[in-house]
């Protein structure tokens, strides 16, 4: 899969996130609640939904693992709905100090979106892959929070149904943002990318931003469900001189870079345009 329907994977499903929210905190009348307290509840809902549903598309669109979805939703959407909470509340408190209008309400979703990239954390435990997530969901609040801001005052004369339906449009497109600019800020800082070439998943582009492992376990970042692919097989990371690509002890099978094999326990300095083979999967690191 190339990276831009990676991009539109986790646009769409962060969309579907932004209408399940709407659709669910729009059944409780939250309008008359305590200020903080709807705050709260909100941003919980809405980090939980987008957060949740994120989390799930690499498992669900580019692993085909549903298993691996449910579990990384699960996790993303507890993680979005933790941050989701302390995010709407000082976002609120912004929207406040701002006196509302575009400021003050593309802050809330660019706080609202910087914490559901940090939720990655949740999912990979990866500090460097999480800090580049929360610059794309933070990105993503500021567009999607731009666009609402700009339909609702297109449309503010409307009646309150039409105004009901307008936020509906509005967290899609702020879930859609912020969705697909995860992915999309991932691969945009990371320093080297795994192209697979041939196999079970050709066509298939992965970033390393630090490291990137590689197996037929659908918990690696890079799943290779071939013939000869060992449970967790490699990982490449960087290193004082580059990249490499460690072939971890526990292979049960060599790796081939180019002509030279690579044993379980080794490593092996990676250059760009190398090709490696592991087990019927042929791919290529392709280096910035």
Same mark, same amino acid.
């Given at each position: ?159 309150g149904a039409a105004q009901v339906w307008l936020s509906g449009i509005g967290l ?38 630090? #490291?990137? #492992? ?56 990676? #250059? ?17």
């Amino acid at each position: 899969m190339s990276k831009l329907m990676q991009v539109y994977y986790h646009a769409v499903f962060g969309g579907i996130g932004g209408l399940l929210g709407w659709w669910i905190m729009g059944s409780f009348a939250t309008q008359v609640w305590n200020m903080w307290l709807a705050a709260a509840f909100v941003g919980s809902g809405l980090g939980l939904c987008i957060g949740g549903l994120v989390a799930a598309t690499d498992g669900a669109m580019i692993k085909r693992a549903p298993v691996r979805a449910v579990r990384d939703g699960l996790l993303g959407a507890l993680g979005g709905a933790v941050l989701g909470v302390a995010g709407f509340m000082l976002a609120q408190q912004g929207f406040l100090t701002l006196q509302a209008g575009f400021a003050g309400r593309t802050l809330s979703w660019m706080i609202l979106g910087l914490l559901v990239g940090l939720s990655d954390y949740a999912v990979r435990r990866r500090p460097q892959r999480a800090s580049y997530a929360a610059l794309g969901g933070l990105a993503g609040g500021f567009v999607g929070g731009l666009l609402y801001e700009a339909l609702t005052q297109l449309f503010l004369a409307q009646s309150g149904a039409a105004q009901v339906w307008l936020s509906g449009i509005g967290l899609v497109l702020i879930g859609a943002c912020i969705g697909g600019l995860i992915p999309l800020a991932r691969q945009v800082f990371s320093r080297g990318e795994l192209h697979v070439l041939a196999g079970e998943q050709a066509g298939l582009v992965r970033e390393v931003t630090d #490291t990137a #492992t590689i197996g037929r376990y659908d918990g690696n970042d890079l799943y290779l469900p071939d013939a000869g692919v060992s449970w967790r097989h490699a990982v490449v990371r960087r290193s004082t001189h580059g990249f490499e690509l460690a072939v971890l002890p526990e292979a049960e099978h060599i790796a081939q870079i180019g002509s030279e094999d690579v044993a379980p326990g080794s490593t092996h300095l990676l #250059t760009n345009g190398d090709q490696i083979r592991i087990g019927e999967a042929l791919l290529q690191f392709v280096g910035r």
